[in-house]
């Protein structure tokens, strides 16, 4: 087994951070009771850790190759993604009325870690699907929704998100695709997009490519942009698939990771037009697109998590194995298995407290969420929103840049092993990589935390979870006990530390952008930092009350939260001096003095 | 041109802060003159910027390759081996007597420095060489030192180490391979060596295998260990070689990363015996071995240091071509090179200062050196090799491990081209991933630093270099200015974590080594961070002063400074708590519970 998921782990999270419980009174989620919960991710783990997870390396070693225009994925991902839909795991998330199961986000981000762990390239598949569904859910019109939303959530058919150009990356304002009306409702499109992952493939007998045009008449910029659906084989009046559409996919990339996902160069129109129809209004695609996006984005930061996971579980595996030199503290005169030294212990738990930190973030987040959905009380409602917004790029940007770090301490604990490809461990450090840069960079999510997140609102939003921390530090004050204590103070600096660096960015950002643009990216590094001290100080005084039942697990948990203060959260006075201090110097340099 | 030597930069540290002036009045070294060493680094830039560079693509693409235990290395590799050869280069550090230019190692650094950035994987066969001829020069006979050294050091032989072992990697305790005395004064080995870089190619007429080994009677442990002469070709009276030796290469390993520099396994005596001639006396093999290691460890440093500025020099001319989005200020209305976005600047900028900062630490280490071996006064000499000995696990580990973070900035930069083979990015970012571990893992060095350079004297020489970091920290306030101030303080924190830290790890390593321990490695990087602001400090001074020859150059040093102890300084009392605070939780959890 090369991946066993973290049940105990992830049920912890639920049930003691995100509050399940309260997810599951929510009205429409009653039936997800935490037994509910349970079942559906013993079912989650049963199918990824056995059908998934194995094609993993494969994947590596044999990727997805391009032919004339055909695209033929890993032996095994076809089959593998046939059981996926039919065991109905595309629809966890989706409404009951399309085919879906319509258990929370909570839930279903659990699963979808898993399935990220399990194989972050086969999961990049059904991850550009739930964006395409979410987007066709919120803009697309009844006769759209009845027709492709079956297909997609039972995974017959696949979704994509066809944004960049070669000329229009982060800024979508330079989107030249365009859509000329045909007069009979339809569109015929015209342009190359690039990075379009699962852009072409053999997993689905369509794909329905969500599309980024410009009609004749649209204003410059993003305020021009519409959003098109134009699918891989045009659709029936009854459902069935027809005409191949003019829609070619002349390339695949040469990546450093995830190689099994094609990464594709599709050319729109080169044939006489790609017929499509435009999604809700015109000039709102940028809108529409930013559902996807959000959706996308939150679950890019759900495969940071993932990858870090399977790193992890890969170098525990190696560490309790690999025999090698006598215990520095002379307890045995014979060499042991490396888990005993101090600095493989310290690698392990940095990969451990960072995964589990983010992962309570995360989840709780997912929480909010379902609440910012489904709960009857409109000012919850509103709140949870806020709270879910605020956590997205947070949730992005740190939970995928910790992975390049974590998967870079795989390699490590494994010495020279770690270096050569055999051993595996290679393939997450060089799968991570790609995870701060695409759904938005980590700049991307750090100027969406500051301007639209932060400034925007004065920092209310910020102030307010910086006050629900200080509640967690007096509740671990009250608790007392040395690495309670020690987690409290640490905690109380780092938001301190949080809440100068949102007075400055408040203060600043209109005044002096620069200097608060410099600092974006350290502001959401502490973010991450001080959100996941947060959660392990809730989780301690959790895992603490629950001790005896599984005092190993708890413990655990506990010194976990420990480690997680002294050696992460104790980086918060620094990132607060890039932030405040660090400016300047950021942008003192010319282009020509670099 | 892919690669410019940056000339400027080195001069400066060189005359500056390392103390060139200094170093070409030892005795001995009175030809290397500023001048002389200004001409040396213009041929070695030349040399290395349109020969060596223009492979290390090259390498990548067609790496090394094994067939019937034939190693072909990478087209190219072999006519610019010979060229480096004839030039002198591999000579520069070494003996005139032996055919070498006998230069300082200050200047030797700055040569290796560029050869390693203009191609990492070509450059370790010289590395490893130069480690063969430091052992050969320590430890060897006159008649052995007479047969290989000239050979050597002219470029028409190379050396390895060999050391490693299947289950002996950091543990060299474990080593198996035997060597039976023959009664003619050679010895006969037999024995498996894994990870041997440049263990078998085609870019020289010998290799002379420097190998650990047990004799017969051999008391176990490091303490029963001898090293061999092990040539590929025996070698006749009158040097030239003679019959193939019994040296076998089996395999070569399929690698992440410095693909072009054959990783080989060796098999030594499956054909009744490989002949070798010991160095030196018998068991005390590692002893002669650490002299070729702390070469070596050395050497691995300048790699980090040379692979990150590479990666530097890509993004920048990346980033100043890019054209996206428009500047957060509003001061253009159309897209922009993204050199103009903050974030980019702020990656650049911590490129550049990591860089700068490791490049100046390690080349006031090899003054420190030169001052060893050549100083007229005992207790100059005395004084400069203990600097020195502390600084080579600071050099070797923190330099290494930066070049992690450099090399995966460097593709962030890129944006998604980054992840695409073919922009070189991902290669440095892969190429890099081995530095922290070859000869001598992060977690060893820090041992090392731990152990042998700290607790041994008891803090002594670690406290003579905080008084020494004080006393520019003095200079920095006298001289006064926001910039100045502002590094003079965090110089100040960060010098006061360092002791701190000096003082629990003098305190604790006997009564708590696993604590103690469990802080090694992030000791090491608070080293690597207040000795590189250190050096900063020292550099803003010098630049100020000669701020009017060049004000570009002198005050993107100072702004780089100002840069490094808001960004990176900073870190310095989290790192601090890490260590003081952080022990108990990293031991806290048994092998079972991770």
């Known amino acids: 087994m090369t991946y066993r998921a973290p049940i105990k782990d992830m049920l912890f999270v639920m049930n003691e951070l995100a509050g399940l419980e309260a997810v599951s009174q929510l009205p429409g989620f009653e039936e997800a009771t935490p037994e509910t919960a349970e079942a559906v991710l013993d079912e989650a783990a049963k199918f990824n850790e056995q059908v998934v997870a194995p094609l993993n390396r494969a994947g590596d070693l044999d990727p997805s190759s391009w032919k004339d225009g055909v695209v033929t994925t890993t032996p095994g991902f076809k089959e593998a993604f046939r059981q996926f839909g039919e065991g109905g795991w595309q629809g966890v998330l989706h409404p009951q009325e399309f085919g879906g199961q319509g258990l929370p986000k909570l839930i279903a981000t659990a699963c979808n870690?898993?399935?990220?762990?399990?194989?972050?390239?086969?999961?990049?598949?059904?991850?550009?699907?739930?964006?395409?569904?979410?987007?066709?859910?919120?803009?697309?019109?009844?006769?759209?929704?009845?027709?492709?939303?079956?297909?997609?959530?039972?995974?017959?058919?696949?979704?994509?998100?066809n944004?960049?150009?070669?000329?229009?990356?982060?800024?979508?304002?330079?989107?030249?695709?365009?859509?000329?009306?045909?007069?009979?409702?339809?569109?015929?499109?015209?342009?190359?997009?690039?990075?379009?992952?699962?852009?072409?493939?053999?997993?689905?007998?369509?794909?329905?490519?969500?599309?980024?045009?410009?009609?004749?008449?649209?204003?410059?910029?993003?305020?021009?942009?519409?959003?098109?659906?134009?699918?891989?084989?045009?659709?029936?009046?009854?459902?069935?698939?027809?005409?191949?559409?003019?829609?070619?996919?002349?390339?695949?990339?040469?990546?450093?990771?995830?190689?099994?996902?094609?990464?594709?160069?599709?050319?729109?129109?080169?044939?006489?037009?790609?017929?499509?129809?435009?999604?809700?209004?015109?000039?709102?695609?940028?809108?529409?697109?930013?559902?996807m996006m959000n959706s996308a984005r939150f679950s890019v930061g759900m495969q940071g998590i993932a990858v870090s996971e399977r790193a992890y579980q890969q170098a525990v595996a190696y560490a309790r194995e690999r025999v090698q030199s006598r215990p520095v503290d002379g307890s045995a005169r014979e060499a042991v298995t490396i888990i005993h030294h101090p600095d493989v212990k310290r690698m392990l738990m940095t990969m451990r407290a960072l995964t589990e930190g983010a992962r309570a973030v995360a989840y709780v987040a997912a929480a909010a969420s379902d609440a910012a959905h489904q709960h009857p009380d409109e000012a919850v409602r509103r709140q949870s929103q806020a709270f879910y917004e605020f956590m997205v790029p947070v949730v992005k940007g740190w939970s995928t840049e910790l992975s390049i770090d974590v998967t870079s301490l795989g390699v490590q604990v494994h010495g020279g092993?770690?270096?050569?490809?055999?051993?595996?461990?290679?393939?997450?450090?060089?799968?991570?990589?790609?995870?701060?840069?695409?759904?938005?960079?980590?700049?991307?999510?750090?100027?969406?935390?500051?301007?639209?997140k932060t400034v925007r609102d004065g920092g209310a939003v910020a102030r307010a979870i910086c006050a629900q921390i200080a509640e967690t530090e007096a509740a671990l004050g009250r608790h007392g006990g040395a690495a309670f204590t020690a987690v409290q103070a640490q905690l109380a600096r780092g938001r301190a530390a949080l809440e100068a660096v949102v007075e400055f960015v408040v203060a600043n950002a209109k005044s002096d952008p620069n200097a608060v643009f410099a600092g974006s990216v350290p502001y959401l590094k502490l973010c991450g930092i001080v959100f996941s001290g947060w959660q392990f100080g809730r989780a301690m005084l959790a895992a603490d009350a629950k001790r005896a039942d599984d005092p190993a697990f708890h413990e655990a948990k506990i010194a976990t939260a420990h480690f997680f203060a002294e050696h992460i959260l104790s980086q918060a006075s620094g990132l607060r001096d890039a932030v405040v201090s660090g400016g300047a110097p950021v942008n003192a340099l010319s282009a020509e003095q670099f």
Chains 1, 2 share one sequence.
């Open 417 to 452: 092993m770690g270096f050569i490809e055999e051993t595996g461990a290679a393939q997450h450090y060089r799968d991570a990589r790609i995870l701060p840069i695409y759904e938005g960079t980590t700049a991307i999510q750090a100027n969406d935390l500051v301007g639209r």
């Open 163 to 291: 944004l960049t150009e070669p000329q229009a990356g982060s800024d979508l304002a330079a989107v030249r695709t365009r859509a000329e009306p045909q007069g009979d409702g339809t569109y015929k499109v015209f342009g190359t997009k690039i990075f379009i992952t699962y852009g072409e493939h053999d997993m689905a007998q369509n794909i329905v490519h969500l599309v980024l045009a410009r009609t004749p008449d649209a204003p410059e910029g993003v305020k021009g942009i519409s959003l098109f659906i134009v699918p891989k084989f045009l659709v029936n009046d009854d459902g069935s698939t027809g005409a191949r559409n003019d829609v070619h996919c002349v390339s695949i990339e040469h990546k450093l990771g995830i190689k099994a996902s094609p990464t594709a160069v599709l050319q729109f129109g080169d044939h006489g037009g790609a017929i499509g129809t435009l999604v809700g209004e015109e000039n709102r695609g940028l809108e529409y697109m930013f559902i």
């Open 113 to 161: 870690e898993m399935l990220n762990t399990a194989n972050l390239s086969f999961a990049l598949c059904p991850l550009l699907t739930d964006g395409a569904i979410e987007a066709l859910l919120t803009a697309g019109s009844d006769a759209q929704k009845a027709t492709f939303l079956p297909k997609l959530i039972s995974g017959e058919w696949t979704g994509t998100m």
